[in-house]
């Protein structure tokens, strides 16, 4: 299978969103598309789909769009739910629809087998059985069962019509079918989004085995790392591809930036003394022809163009803590976190300038954790205590605007009348606020937009206690660098709860893990955490070998006897399994029953059964033998 765009361009009106596509896909690729909010990622994946929306674009060549047969195309959006009233469980089945058809019809022939002999249904039984193997017919269930599980699902939830499910459920929903309905080239647009780590661990397993090609819009950097073997990147309404994974694609950038950088400065200078040459000899009849010789040497050279500054804007630390803290900020004991009923009971202490990571499957009580420190949720028990002259903000995830008519200066000014008109300006600029921007209003601002403006606001405030409820949702990978800079040079303390490891990983010096049936404080960054896990199933495996070792000396010295005599009732019951096998191939080659379909089958079935006795004697057996050795 193979995809190919080339020198395509997609416009909207008069204006141009990617003026210069060339992108290919292979078979079995892993791509990964990469850029700042708006830059055209997802218009790319619309248009992989209907190249309709292509035209002509700027490079030289001609324009086209290749494919290798007929792909199959998965993409999110397209997928819709024909029916809300039925279970979930059903509309995801509806994927193995192939198999489930290949299930009834193999329950008919073996029903028809019952009372016919006709050698026909035989080879049409055999042929059907052969193509419910390779379509894994044997495995499916498990397959979804699993996808739904590790989705947040529970047993009662595949039952539940789709109409009971919430937003979020539903596109969870579409996502489990789309990845197990397996497409030639799967598109995904921000897959991780809303998926706890738990899920987005088993996803990136997933996908590293998914057997067709897959493209990836992301801006999850340690998801995109583990997956993508090729990274495409969208600037300035051009793609430029990198090999290798997202690690890899920032390394060749600045290489690639550097060198082209340092060799357009040497032409430059290298153009300015031919000219200057040519300049001071040019009208001297004896220097004339070597004046000449420079200005031909510069028009022959190839041009080499001024590389594209790396589009980096990014959020700037020019927001001072009002006070300082005292040195202990936070210390809770016992707290029972919930609603009607506990979810979670945690206990920690946070001190001056440290910086607190929580992590954990979804529904487990992280955000209820900030809220009850805010004091907008009562604690069902326990207690908890700031420290002294702790002044805390807090960014809710949910949080929204007063009046959405305002325009970004207005709802700044609102919030802080007292500055002047060039404070003002200066703080919103220190979150990419400029000139037009500061006029727009709020309802007219991207998600990652109106993250910034809300960030900006608690931070003019200069608290030394910042609680975050996932603040990089929404943002975009620049972004997200961006407010990893700042809160690594805030000087407060922080705690910020995030499914981004990558984010937590470079900001968290301690973790707070809510885990299935307990929270564990971690003294440690989320590497550290991964590696202190690591450790724990290692343990656990060396602990099993170790009693396995323990059990098999206790057999040579204690139980010898037993286990020898056990071994050879085992012989004695395979050898007369094995003589009963020999009668029934006997009376299977008998004339009357060669011609009798029905009864060679019940036979079969017999010797079927016998044989897979034998099968598990001969494994216990030579379990029995090892343990004695």
Not at 84 to 97: G, H, N, Q
Not at 270 to 297: N, W
Not at 326 to 334: F, H
Request: proline content about 2%.
């Amino acid at each position: 299978m193979n995809y190919k765009i080339v020198n395509g361009a997609v416009s909207y009106g008069a204006d141009t969103i990617l003026e210069e596509i060339n992108f290919e896909i292979k078979e079995k690729d892993k791509i990964a598309i990469v850029g700042r909010n708006g830059c055209g990622k997802s218009t790319l994946l619309k248009a992989i789909i209907d190249n309709g929306m292509l035209e002509q674009g700027i490079g030289s060549s001609k324009f086209g769009v290749y494919k290798q047969g007929t792909p199959v195309i998965g993409y999110l959006k397209q997928i819709q739910f024909d029916n809300a009233d039925i279970s979930m469980v059903e509309e995801i089945k509806k994927v193995y629809l192939p198999i489930i058809l290949l299930e009834n019809k193999i329950n008919e022939l073996e029903q028809k087998l019952q009372s016919s002999s006709d050698d026909r249904i035989v080879k049409e039984y055999t042929d059907t059985l052969e193509k419910y193997k390779f379509l894994d017919g044997y495995t499916y269930k498990k397959e979804y069962e699993t996808a739904i599980y590790k989705f947040g699902f529970t047993k009662e939830d595949m039952n539940k019509k789709i109409s009971e499910f919430s937003g979020g459920q539903k596109t969870k929903i579409a996502l489990i079918k789309l990845i197990l309905s397996k497409p030639d080239i799967l598109l995904l647009d921000e897959p991780t989004n809303h998926l706890d780590i738990e899920t987005i661990e088993w996803l990136e397993s997933y996908l590293q085995n998914y057997p067709n090609a897959t493209v990836i819009v992301s801006h999850d950097r340690m998801f995109l790392d583990k997956i993508v073997n090729k990274v495409y990147e969208i600037e300035y309404g051009t793609i430029t591809e990198y090999t290798g994974n997202f690690t890899a694609f920032e390394f060749q950038k600045r290489v690639n930036y550097e060198k082209q950088l340092k060799d357009f400065e040497y032409q430059q200078k290298e153009i300015k003394r031919l000219k200057d040459i040519a300049d001071r000899f040019r009208y001297k009849p004896t220097k004339a022809k070597m004046a000449l010789s420079k200005l031909k040497k510069i028009e022959q050279m190839k041009i080499i163009e001024e590389p594209n500054k790396y589009d980096l804007k990014s959020f700037s630390i020019n927001f001072k803590l009002k006070e300082e803290s005292g040195n202990l900020v936070l210390k809770v004991k016992d707290l029972k976190i919930g609603y009607d009923k506990a979810i979670a009971n945690v206990s920690f202490e946070l001190y001056r300038g440290q910086k607190l990571g929580i992590i954990g499957a979804n529904g487990k009580g992280k955000s209820t954790l900030l809220r009850t420190l805010m004091g907008h949720v009562n604690s069902l028990s326990g207690n908890f205590e700031f420290g002294y002259h702790v002044n805390k903000e807090y960014f809710d995830q949910q949080m929204g605007f007063e009046d959405e008519n305002r325009t970004v200066i207005e709802e700044f000014e609102n919030e802080f009348p007292k500055l002047t008109i060039t404070e003002t300006r200066s703080a919103l600029a220190s979150f990419l606020f400029y000139s037009d921007d500061i006029d727009r209003q709020i309802k007219l601002l991207s998600g990652g937009e109106k993250v910034r403006l809300q960030l900006c606001k608690i931070l003019k405030k200069g608290p030394n206690l910042l609680l975050l409820d996932e603040p990089t949702n929404h943002m975009d990978i620049v972004g997200k660098e961006s407010l990893e800079n700042l809160l690594k040079a805030y000087t407060g303390t922080l705690i910020v709860v995030s499914h981004d490891r990558y984010f937590i990983n470079k900001i968290a010096d301690s973790l707070l893990v809510f885990e299935e049936d307990r929270v564990r404080y971690f003294d440690g960054n989320y590497k550290e955490y991964l590696e202190s896990r690591k450790d724990s199933i290692e343990k656990v495996k060396e602990e099993k070998i170790k009693e396995k070792s323990n059990n098999s000396s206790y057999l040579e010295n204690k139980e010898k006897n037993r286990v020898q005599g056990k071994i050879k009732r085992l012989e004695n019951e395979i050898s007369k399994l094995e003589e009963k096998v020999e009668e029934l191939h006997k009376e299977m080659s008998e004339d009357d029953v060669c011609t009798s379909y029905v009864r060679l089958a019940e036979l079969q079935s017999q010797v079927d059964d016998i044989e897979k006795q034998i099968e598990d004697k001969m494994n216990l057996w030579e379990e029995l033998n090892s343990s004695l050795e």
